[in-house]
């Protein structure tokens, strides 16, 4: 990959904004970050030009506005992106609009899957997201038969990532169970490999053949209710070493259930079942125990909240602050994309906080642009930070937007006033993936993509 140096007019750089910075890249790679535009190579003989809708092609190119590492989305669900603006037409609780999720499911292949997913990532690229965790259990054909490769829906989700520009985590998910017990059924047959044992075999196959630098092969527990007590340890022991993702206490229905059914809440089972643990991160963590509480920060698991589906759902606020205070690190994603909008997740935690204890104040600006910005918990650690070394991730935010003007261009400008349509420039392990010009031509795509999910 050939060397390229961009100048920031501002950038999010050591825990502060600083202005005039040189950044230089190598092989994907920050060699060189100058604030004060100083380089470490003859830098006054390059070609400075400013960076709007075209992509640099050559020389130095100047990126006006504020730029931000690369956001990690730590939970998606591609194929929910076919629900937006459908799911909202009724009232109803999140078990309703489970049933119309379950019918897209049910209607997709690996072409339709590769297509919708390729949208819904160049959608991600566009929103400043550089890596997404992408919490996978859509696997087999709709009768549960697995397809001739039994890992066709995810290389398709894998190839999607490839050619929207962005990484991907693939969190292979552990589906065995309609629900404590009952066994799966319509579009949750495509969900089940039949036992742990089985989905580690199928799983296995997938790392098999390694990985390329933009992917890691990670696993999930889809939740309590979908995998029985006894085959956690499995799914436990395949992903050794590996990232490890679980929905937990999504809903106060699903803690009555599992205390009916075990006799201790979610966050007691895969406690007791050594599922925990820093690699392990838990999704949502809305309705917990002070207990609960206690368990997630000292095995230093991590939650990962979705406050736009949250809400959207109705699921309820999560102690977010609570959770941080005991030792779990905060993570976001956009789960069931009722919008892609890592801004938006990152203030909704601020402000849902706020809601829920009528008070201000519980999360800087600095601390969330850090959630925002943590790659780890994908298996990504050398990224999300604009330093030597890190893979060299850039999202630039136009300042001069009716929604930036005047807010000052820092990290609360970031945070409390940008938005995904803010974006206009964006930078993946060191090639240009995003420009604004480009936000047409996803929007058709989106719209061909999804309208072939919905009208066959």
Known sequence: MSGSSYLLERAWVDGAV??????????????????????????????????????????TARLPGLTIPGLANCHSHAFHRALRGRTQRERGTFWTW????????????????????RATY??????????????????HQPDGTPYDDPNAMGHALVAAAAEAGIRIALLDTCYLSGGFGRPVETAQLRYSDGSAAAWASRTAQLRGSGAPDHVVHGSAIHSVRAVPRDEIPTV??????????????????????????????PTQLLHDAGALGPLTTAVHATHL??????????????????PTTERDL?????????????????TLGSDSHAVIDLFEEMRATELDERLATQQRGHWTAAE??????????????????IAVGRRADLVTIDTSTPSTAGTGADENTAVFAATAADV????????????ADDREQIGLELAAAIGKVHDG
């Open 18 to 59: 600083r202005d005039d910075v040189l950044v230089e890249i190598q092989d994907g790679r920050f060699t060189s970050v100058t604030p004060g535009g100083q380089s470490s190579t003859s830098s006054a003989e390059a070609s400075l030009v400013d960076v709007q809708a075209p992509r640099p092609t050559g020389g």
């Open 236 to 265: 436990v022991a395949a992903a050794e070493g590996r990232p490890l993702h679980v929905h937990l206490s999504e809903q106060v229905a699903e803690n009555d259930a599992c205390v009916a059914t075990y006799g201790v809440t």
């Open 368 to 385: 969330l642009l850090g959630a925002a910005t943590a790659h780890d918990s994908l298996g990504f650690d050398d990224a999300g930070a």
């Open 122 to 139: 160049l959608e991600m690229a566009a929103a400043g997201i550089t890596t997404v965790g992408e919490f996978h259990y859509l696997h």
């Open 314 to 330: 109705g699921d309820g606020i999560g102690p977010s602050r609570a959770l941080h205070h005991a030792g779990s690190p905060l």
């Open 98 to 117: 489970r049933e119309q999720m379950y019918a897209v499911a049910g209607r997709l292949d690996p072409d339709t899957y590769f297509a919708l997913a």
């Open 424 to 435: 206009v420039h964006v930078v993946v392990d060191g090639r240009a993936v995003f420009a």
């Open 289 to 306: 125990t002070g207990a609960d509480i206690f368990h997630l920060g000292s095995t230093r698991t991590r939650a990962c909240f979705c």
